[in-house]
């Protein structure tokens, strides 16, 4: 039995779309069509080649992760099986379009897949730290307790995104009217004023004469500059995302800029804690977590470095002068872990240093975002001042020359 996802019209003609179990194609038209639906499209729930559902894969995002683990972690508690929580969570209006991942992982079980096979087959947003994580849950029969340790580390990374989002709200705004404001006065006050002048023959001030000649550029070239930055920005982050050797370069220039590499190192060294700590505790092996830890911090040179470390760790090597040799987790990490190293409790300092970085990165972003505030007022303040000079500045020449 396979799940299709459908969308049709209706014997209203309104359109419909849903879900709808059949063993093939074929039956699922006939069921259709026996409940009075036209099918338009048919496609295999989950399926990876359908160019409409690549768009649809990506809303399987964080935040839907979590509900959907916490959710089935609390149905297997409570002794349901695999496939009829699954059932369950489809049925579950608030996942929207990810019901048809969940449709598409259910018939991969049905098939005889894992659980953790399944997601990582599905199209987008699985990464392999949740496989590892799930993987030990299977295989130690503690699948429910993975689940709710997943939804929990989930939410953690929800909520500082949220912080980052949230913060950024003010700044945004008052950037985009410093711009607004900008394209405003150079592109309509300045040459307005630049008319009215024309017919006298005054010496316009420095200040003036730059004004129009800013306003002139903003005339020309506002346009194709915001055409090639959307190119370039476009491209750009193509060439970051396909060239590894492109990718590490500016990951490691984020560690040395002076505004955000403080906070930016706090946040991987928090990820770093938390993520080894899950998978120590959930029972996946050093050396593994290790690996998956460093690629559960978004970085990565951090990832490239933990690859190599694992073996070094693999031949004697301890884990504190691991983590040591990792320029961004050199700080305060590598006490915490040599600690836990030698007092047999190295779960519970990684939790410990977890909630340190918490604090460090809590207050990294409270004071970026002090200083960002009053610096964009001052410099939105600094231009109307100067737009309003070069105004004012003929006017004051026009009014002295008539005296």
């Known amino acids: 039995m396979k799940t299709f996802e459908y969308r049709g019209f209706n014997q209203s003609g309104q359109l419909a779309r849903g879900l709808i179990e059949a063993l093939d194609l074929k039956e699922a038209r006939e069921k259709l069509s026996h409940r009075g639906i036209l099918a338009e499209k048919i ?30 972690g609390a149905l297997l508690r409570a002794g349901l099986p695999l496939t009829q929580c699954l059932h369950v969570l489809i049925d579950t209006p608030e996942l929207g379009e990810n019901r048809t991942l969940l449709a598409g992982i259910r018939d991969r079980i049905r098939e005889g897949g894992s659980l953790a096979e399944s997601l990582m087959a599905a ?26 340790q997943l939804a929990g580390y989930l939410e953690e990374q929800r909520a500082i995104q949220d912080r980052v989002s949230t913060a950024m709200i003010y700044p945004a705004i008052v950037l985009a009217l410093a711009l607004g404001m900008a394209v405003l006065m150079l592109g309509v006050m300045v040459p307005r004023m630049e008319a009215m002048l024309q017919d006298s023959d005054m010496v316009l001030p420095l200040l003036t004469r730059m004004m129009l000649g800013a306003s002139h550029l903003v005339g020309v070239l506002l346009f194709p500059t915001l055409v090639c930055g959307v190119i370039g920005v476009t491209m750009w982050r193509r060439t970051v995302r396909e060239n590894r050797a492109v990718s590490l370069w500016v990951n490691r220039r984020l560690f040395g800029l002076p505004l ?21 505790k959930g029972g996946v092996p050093l050396l593994e977590g290790m690996i998956l830890a460093g690629r559960a911090t978004g970085s990565c040179w951090i990832s ?9 760790v693999r031949h004697g090597k301890s884990l504190a002068d691991a983590v040591r040799t990792v320029p961004p987790l050199q700080g305060s990490l590598p006490s915490w872990v040599e600690a836990g190293e030698a007092s047999g409790d190295l779960i519970g300092m990684l ?53």
């Open 43 to 72: 496609d295999v729930a989950g399926h990876r080649k359908t160019a409409r559902f690549r768009w649809k894969s990506k809303s399987f995002g964080l935040e839907a992760r979590a509900m959907v683990y916490q959710e089935l």
């Open 123 to 148: 199209p987008e947003g699985i990464t392999p730290f949740e496989e590892a994580v799930i993987q030990v849950g299977e295989k130690s029969g503690t699948l429910q307790d993975a689940m709710e």
């Open 260 to 280: 955000i590499s403080r906070a930016y190192t706090a946040l991987v060294n928090l990820r770093f804690a938390t993520a080894l700590g899950l998978l120590l």
């Open 304 to 312: 490239d470095m933990m690859d190599r470390e694992s073996d070094a």
């Open 351 to 403: 939790e410990s240093a977890a909630s340190r970085y918490q604090q460090q990165w809590d207050r990294s972003i409270a004071r970026m975002l002090a200083a960002l505030e009053p610096t964009l007022i001052l410099a939105i303040g600094l231009f109307v001042l100067l737009v309003a000079l070069s105004i004012l500045l003929p006017v004051l020449s026009l009014n002295q020359g008539l005296i």
